[in-house]
């Protein structure tokens, strides 16, 4: 079994985005069509044209990645291209727009794996400690079958952790969401790094929500690293904020030993790939846009990483 977490930096432009991304960019309800399916997946190699001009802008491949799902990203063979131009490829285990973990592909998660072989397996969790018992162990009951089973196999476990407001904690802040963000999250998300730890789900990579310190950043590293993990890194997510949010949270935890890079989503492509669906943006322009965004990123990461060493 290889050690657990990962060492190198991590740069993942993030588009695996499927329930929500289909019913919010192309008001697509339910099972799409044959042809509403090949319309997504569509925009989805977009996108990923977007990531090629950044890597031909001289970005690093192996430290560059991709995060694509199979149901849109397959069909065009977004998965197969990243590999085969050296990028680092990531896809998600998890059922798209649901409130509690579940596999995408049931019982088959493994077979999946095996099929596309990326270099990251991502889960995205939804998970309050202080929230509902029993969904929270059935949650850690199937995130620990998939934990085990990654590294029994040798593969890398990527964990996106988010922490929504139980209705008492919003209260204690009076219902204001950031200062829920600011106050709360942090230790909620170190409560829940550790639960899962002592329960045996052992991620190699945790895909952490923006925080607006870097000495929380600090703590969470702390967490992630308890207990021996000195291999495990952390990465920032792009949670849909603009830019000069990003921006923040990027600052923050890129001075950090222990965070190594982002994965960031719709901040990067959202606005290019909707003038492109509204014909405002030839597709060429688009592309062009994400690359831009993502390589703007890049550099935030990078100076504030760069300016701390220096220091």
């Known amino acids: 079994m290889a050690p657990l977490g990962y060492d190198g930096k991590l740069y993942i432009l993030a588009f695996d985005h499927r329930g929500s991304f289909q019913k919010k960019m192309f008001g697509i309800e339910g099972d799409p069509s044959v042809e509403e399916t090949d319309k997504i997946s569509d925009a989805k190699h977009l996108i990923f044209e977007g990531m090629l001009k950044a890597v031909d802008e001289g970005v690093d491949p192996e430290v560059t ?5 199979e149901q849109f990203g397959a069909p065009r063979n977004v998965p197969g291209e990243a590999k085969n131009r050296g990028l680092l490829l990531a896809m998600p285990v998890e059922k798209s727009g649901q409130d509690e973990f579940d596999f995408e592909y049931g019982d088959d998660f493994g077979a999946h794996i095996e099929k596309f072989d990326p270099h990251f397996s991502k889960v995205l969790v939804r998970y309050n400690p202080d929230g509902d018992a029993e969904t929270n162990k059935r949650q850690a009951e199937r995130l620990k079958r998939l934990s085990d089973w990654l590294h029994d196999h040798d593969r890398k476990f990527l964990f996106e952790l988010l922490v929504p407001a139980e209705d008492e904690q919003l209260e204690k802040v009076g219902g204001d969401t950031d200062r829920f963000d600011a106050e709360l999250r942090p230790d909620l998300m170190i409560k829940t790094i550790e639960e899962f730890q002592d329960l045996g789900v052992e991620a190699d990579v945790w895909k952490i929500e923006g925080i ?92 504030a990483a760069r300016e701390t060493a220096a220091a």
Do not use: S
């Open 65 to 69: 990645g991709v995060l694509v799902d």
């Open 212 to 303: 607006d310190t870097q000495e929380d950043c600090e703590r969470i590293v702390q967490a992630a690293r308890r207990g021996g993990r000195d291999g495990v890194i952390c990465v920032v997510l792009g949670r849909g904020a603009d830019d000069d949010k990003v921006d923040h949270w990027l600052r923050q935890g890129a001075p950090v030993e222990g965070y190594a890079g982002f994965a960031i989503g719709r901040t990067i492509w959202w606005d290019a790939l909707k003038g492109f669906l509204d014909g405002d943006l030839e597709r060429d322009e688009a592309a062009q846009r994400i690359a831009d965004n993502y390589l703007r990123f890049v550099k935030v990461y990078d100076e």
